[in-house]
């Protein structure tokens, strides 16, 4: 599976964005897809997973209630909608795929390249 991740960019604290990932390869339904963010010296944090029909979802404590995520099997694409940005969101945000939606958190298989977001003061 080949990962496009896209949509990053400058937002002001309070703001919003969407990021994209197209999925090329092995058949993308199969997959638990999902969020994984890297801020600046920080380790890598999960942000949030879907499985493959889109029923079961997870997110991070600290994106809860603001970030959803979710899946377009027709165009092979998942989304994370990101609102009410905070500062603290500031990082490089990869998108993940893994055989199971659990193991989006724990054992990524596949790898994007990553989007980075910056969310100004």
């Known amino acids: 599976v080949q990962l496009q991740a896209s949509g990053g960019g400058l937002v002001q604290a309070g703001g919003y964005l969407r990021l994209s990932c197209a999925a090329s390869?092995?058949?993308?339904?199969?997959?638990?897809m999902g969020w994984i963010r890297q801020a600046p010296g920080k380790e890598r944090e999960f942000v949030a997973a879907?499985?493959?029909?889109?029923?079961?979802?997870y997110y991070g404590d600290s994106v809860k209630g603001r970030f959803t995520i979710s899946r377009d099997n027709a165009k092979n694409t998942v989304y994370l909608q990101m609102n009410s940005l905070k500062p603290e969101d500031t990082a490089v945000y990869y998108c993940?795929?893994?055989?199971?939606?659990?193991?989006?958190?724990?054992?990524?298989?596949?790898w994007g390249q990553g989007t980075l977001v910056t969310v100004s003061s």
């Open positions: 993940a795929a893994a055989t199971t939606v659990a193991g989006v958190r724990t054992r990524v298989e596949y």
């Open positions: 879907i499985s493959w029909s889109g029923s079961i979802v």
């Open positions: 390869g092995r058949t993308f339904n199969n997959y638990g």
